[in-house]
């Protein structure tokens, strides 16, 4: 597949100084029902990855937002330099149309999007006088394609240092947050036209903070440091700041983000930096909880890793923000941070994720965003995330896999879903092994072997050089029915590093990427015998492939690899696990 990799007129900016890299990466979520188990295991899939430079992106102030499915993406154009751009995808990051500049906005960049699609992007407007920014956002109407600037009524000291929250929306009422030496926040009604200064306090309790609204006139502003105030009107009157109550846990809230449900609760998340009542270890761990009262009490504390107080944990040792984000269609929630000091990573950052289906209740162990995590040779931090009105997730941040005079676009491809039943007229086999290790960290592995007759013989294979992708697909057999709790998606054609991913062999293909640069997919061999004999090996490994928590509870599992767009599959039951633990699971038939 075609991938523009230079945005027109800036094919010789290219940036050289500085040790800054920007990414992006998108993926198509899978449709799942809810899970009985407390932090269930809820798989995402990569597909396809293409690396794209973006020189005119330096990663020191960005954002992106998600208007239908049109992304837009802000950030100071050059290193060092004041102005900043916009830009657009219309097609899920495979290319960007050319960049915007407004060279009058500074000041950290926060993109913020209502229900009806209209875009504010917050920041400094000016400079009014010398190193002076005035508050201000700019609005857009069309999906990003033009913008109006509208600047904020303030106070003196107010727009000394521009530190504005991402502005929100419930209808078409706003709110957006700011200050150093003293907090303003300003509401509009009438979609961001005009606005108002619904409260001025000489205090802000803390230099970043973080807005949301459930949609029901309940908003909350919390901290850094735990302090917050909220409002029961929609924003025309605001309670006084108080003290989250972190119920024992012993350091204070640091770096958080939070989200609310329309209709439910509000999420919070947080990095707790000392040990407590949930918090073991002198490390950050991150700790989510949701309150049901507009944010006057909070409840239902966890840690988003249940394996934390590990000496090399999944939490957040490096302390940095999260991003909490609830998918436009169908309402999960994703969160997603920077790690130094997970299991497979020595030195560096990686991202992680979990997500959860439930409104926060639970979580999902948490897994590598980036498929080169523990691999590469620079750290990835400071994830900016959002999702399209498909399920189609993107996250810029700062950092990047190889070191590089430019900066870079990464994508991972959307995927297609497996079935939420396994398919009853697949080929069988009574000749298969499946083996599943969970360490967790670089030596994730799941390895799955089927031979079996198959009268269609390759021809039954497709194309893969070509056209012919593939989905694999793991179910646990439960007493309600089939659970999907792996799924994996082999795409046709694609490179893997120099070389071509597929090749034709005797008898079938074979997909291989040994270095997982594509995906944790790390080889795939199909070949048919001239006796109607077929064989498959797969081979998946490596941080970002998220397998299921070990041991298995059900009595059954159902492994299937569909040729996508057909009816054409093989299946394996495994009704025996000779070994069932922890960190390995062997199945038999």
Known sequence: MPYAWMMPGFEQQRWSRGFFWFFALALQL???????AALAEIPVSARSAAEIPIDWFSGTSYDVAAAGQV???????????????????????????????????????????????TLLISGGCGPAEPDVAVPCVYRSVDEGETWLRIELPFFPGSQELVRLTRPVASGTTWHVAGGLTQLDLWRSEDDGLTWQVSMLNERPWGVDSNLATDGGGNWVLVFEGGSMIRSADDGLTWSAPASIDSHGLTGAIGPNDIAGVPGGPFLLMFNATTS????AGSDCD????????????WQDFRLVDPEAGRSRDYQNQSCQRPRLIREPAGGRLWTIWSDLGVPYSRSDNDLLYSLSDDDGATWARPAAFNIWAGG??????????AVTASGEVSVLFRGGRFPSSSNRFYRIASYSDCPVMPSATCHDSGNATLEVRNSPGADDSLQWAWIGSDAAGSAGFGDPLASTSYLFCVYEETTSGPQLIVEREIEAGGSCGSKPCWKKTRGGYRYADSRKAVSPVKSLSMSSSSHGVSRFQLALAGPALSPPTLPISADALTVQLNRIGTDDCWTSLHTRLSVNTTNLVVALP
């Open 30 to 36: 899978a449709t799942h029902g809810s899970r009985d």
């Open 71 to 117: 992304l837009v993406a802000v950030s100071v154009c050059e290193f060092n330099q004041p102005d900043v751009c916009v830009t657009r995808s219309l097609d899920g990051g495979r290319t960007w149309l050319a960049p915007i500049a407004m060279a009058d906005l500074s000041g950290r960049l926060r993109i913020g999007v209502a229900a009806s699609g």
């Open 276 to 279: 407590g009542a949930l918090a």
């Open 286 to 297: 991150l700790v989510a909880a949701r309150s049901f009262d507009g944010g006057a009490s």
């Open 376 to 385: 590469d040779r620079g750290g990835e931090s400071d994830p900016s995330i």
